[in-house]
């Protein structure tokens, strides 16, 4: 069984960047078989992480719903989708690549959501670690595509109002029974800890664990260069700060 990792948070925060960099930890560890989904249409997750993006499975969904001819004969038209997602999973060195894309037919939205779970459900025996990208915000949990997950890192920046929203989505996770072994809460873009206006929301989120990821000009630089994290100076602090994340991970 695949060990899940799923990040949420609204937008801005920095989620996109800390599930990639996650992924390059996890590759550089050696752990194990990694898949990375990208579960929000609008995230970056494979810019970032220097991947060249396939076909998404809203794009398959799509196609196959304008052109239902493509379906061979003997095979279910769900059996079809699956073998294209396979055939559409960008292959890397170290780590695997899935987007789950935006389809814009009347229906197909949820259809596209029931397929992930389907997909992710038979995927975790196919990989060691898997690393969801979810929706900014709200949205994406509220439909339920992500039903489990042994953790879910809510990013926030060091702001009240941004660690009032990562509360709210931990909130709306369980109003909704949707199965979280651990949640770890990542404040992102630290300049320094001790605001004590935020130190009593930080200590009342009811987190498994806190972790802090400071400011790096470096990462700012690449961004302004459209360069993926790959190019990131090994030096960054920012590795100190994942390598220190990933080992709350497993505790």
Not at 52 to 60: A, R
Not at 77 to 88: G, L, P, V
Not at 200 to 226: C, R, T, V
Request: glycine share 8%; proline share 3%; hydrophobic share 40%.
């Amino acid at each position: 069984m695949g060990y899940i990792i799923a990040v949420a948070g609204k937008g801005g925060t920095g989620k996109t960047t800390i599930a990639s960099l996650l992924v390059l930890w996890l590759k550089l560890q050696k752990k194990g078989s990694i898949l990375a989904v990208d579960a929000d249409p609008n995230s970056t997750f494979a810019q970032i992480l220097g991947v060249e993006e396939n076909e998404s499975i809203g794009q398959i969904i799509e196609d196959i719903a304008k052109n239902p001819d493509l379906v061979p004969g003997g095979m279910s038209k769900d059996h079809f989708i699956e073998y294209r997602i396979q055939e559409n999973l960008s292959e890397t060195e170290g780590f695997d690549f899935l987007a789950m894309g935006r389809p814009e037919g009347p229906g197909c939205y949820c259809y596209a959501n029931n397929v992930l779970r389907g997909i992710v459900k038979k995927l975790v025996s196919n990989y060691n670690f898997i690393i969801i990208d979810n929706e900014a915000g709200m949205e994406h949990l509220s439909r339920r595509t992500t039903r489990s997950a042994n953790c879910l890192l809510l990013i926030s920046d060091y702001s009240l109002m941004g660690i009032r929203s990562a509360k709210q989505i931990k909130g709306l996770i369980k109003d909704l029974d949707i199965q979280i072994k651990r949640y770890g809460l990542v404040i992102n873009r630290v300049l320094r800890q001790n605001h004590q206006e935020l130190v009593k929301e930080i200590n009342d989120f009811g987190a498994d664990f806190i972790e802090y990821i400071p400011e790096d000009q470096n990462l700012l630089e690449l961004s302004i260069k459209g360069l993926p994290l790959t190019k990131l100076n090994q030096n960054s602090p920012l590795l100190t700060a994942v390598e220190n994340l990933g080992r709350k991970l497993w505790q």
